[in-house]
């Protein structure tokens, strides 16, 4: 396929500004910085033009709209309807025989952001200009090339969007279930009202204390990212249920000092401190991995009677809706801004426990297979997103021309990741 000469952005596009006073149009929609994310082609919401007072942009159909200032420079969304944005945003409007759809596709270039970025001016509010990125080039692509990025590029964005949606979806899914779950239980037994809130009849509420074997507080040994035998877990780590072994650290302690740390399967790994209280009281259970960890010093950890409680259990009770809120109910504010919890309030926590271990991990089955949903979707998600960035720098750059891709065998992929 002949290359044509390179293109600039002006090329492409006119900048349209055209000033709108919201109050002569309040029914419009409006289009603010907050309804655009970054990497993202469409709009995540939108208000209406009565919720806002000065001067605004008017944008149509086919328009691109560009975030200008600094933190924003990779928001870009393409207009499906006609209505007023704020002035934050850039009106792009796509010249004739242009697809729009390629234009949103040249703003979120990793390149192209770098050249926005180095045209930012002012201190307090840096903001890039119509000026200086209608400058910028690009590869003289012919217009059925454009069409054949932007599809490419459109449907890897639908199928990471429509990903997101799942995982959204799963952990909608997951509230409810929690909800069900701990207020209903599994086998079908009328209700009674305690303390925090209903129950089937059969349970009972406990303290956590009675139902532990011990607390302990972590290490406060300083931690290093060079590798010993000795990984700890830190908050970065507990995930509602699940040790996350990313981003590990490791510490040198003698053998005596690492014994007394170290996590054995089941227990119990408590966030004691945290800015976010919704963090707080969080707790995963410690499977084996990463083999020989140890815990840090703003964790709790948790050695559970298993003949009485299922350790999955009480995890995924204190991740639900009542449990976070029984935590947040308890939590002492320190001066720093963060909150926190002691082995005393760990211990005074109230806890449903069904009446046999069966019970537990029939509950803590059905919340895994939705758990596991959801993960694979993250997985799907996070393979989409990398493609989806490499995709957009090689093709906008013209660094893989379209005619060298195997188009069916990447949309088949596509598909396949959106499924």
């Not at 490419?152 to 949606?165: C, G, K, M, P, R």
């Amino acid at each position: 396929m002949t290359k044509e000469a390179p293109m600039r952005l002006s090329d492409l596009c006119d900048f349209a500004a055209t000033p709108v006073d919201p109050r002569d149009r309040p029914n419009d929609v409006y289009v603010g910085l907050e309804h655009i994310m970054p990497g993202r082609f469409e709009r995540i919401g939108a208000g209406t033009a009565s919720e806002v007072q000065s001067g605004k942009y008017a944008f149509q159909p086919g328009d691109v709209l560009y975030g200008k200032l600094r933190p924003y420079l990779d928001k870009a969304v393409l207009a499906r309807d006609a209505g007023i944005c704020t002035t934050e945003l850039l009106v792009l409007r796509p010249k004739a025989g242009i697809d729009p759809r390629f234009l949103v596709c040249v703003v979120h270039a990793p390149s192209f952001v770098e050249h926005a970025i180095a045209g930012t001016t002012g201190v307090q509010h840096p903001r890039t200009s119509w000026n200086h990125i209608s400058n910028f080039e690009l590869p003289g692509f012919t217009p059925d090339e454009q069409t054949a990025i932007a599809t490419i590029l459109w449907e890897v964005h639908d199928a990471l969007t429509a990903n997101e949606e799942a995982i959204d979806a799963g952990a909608d899914l997951k509230r409810a279930a929690m909800q069900a779950l701990f207020t209903r239980g599994l086998r079908g037994e009328a209700q009674k009202e305690t303390e925090i809130g209903p129950m089937p009849e059969s349970w009972e509420v406990v303290e956590f204390g009675p139902v532990r074997q011990r607390l302990q507080y972590g290490t406060s040994t300083h931690c290093t990212y060079e590798r010993t035998e000795y990984p700890v877990l830190r908050i970065p780590n507990i995930e509602p249920g699940r040790v996350k072994a990313d981003d590990l650290k490791f510490a040198k302690l003698n053998l005596t000092e690492a014994q007394r740390y170290r996590l054995k399967d089941g227990d119990l790994i408590f966030i004691r401190t945290n800015g976010v209280i919704e963090r707080l009281g969080a707790c995963a259970v410690f499977a084996g991995q990463p083999e020989g960890a140890l815990f840090a010093s703003y964790l709790i950890r948790a050695t559970v009677d298993r003949t009485r409680l299922e350790p999955y259990f009480a995890a995924q009770f204190f991740a639900s809706e009542i449990g976070t809120s029984i935590v947040a109910g308890r939590a002492t504010p320190a001066a720093d801004g963060k909150y926190n919890l002691n082995t005393g309030t760990i211990d005074s926590l109230p806890l449903p426990l069904p009446p046999t271990l069966d019970e537990q991990r029939e509950i803590v089955a059905v919340l895994d297979a939705i758990d596991r949903k959801i993960a694979l979707h993250q997985r799907k998600r996070a393979v989409l997103e990398e493609l989806f960035k490499v995709l957009l720098h090689k093709l906008v750059t013209g660094e893989i021309r379209v005619h060298d891709l195997a188009l069916s065998a990447l949309a088949s992929a596509t598909r396949e990741a959106a499924a």
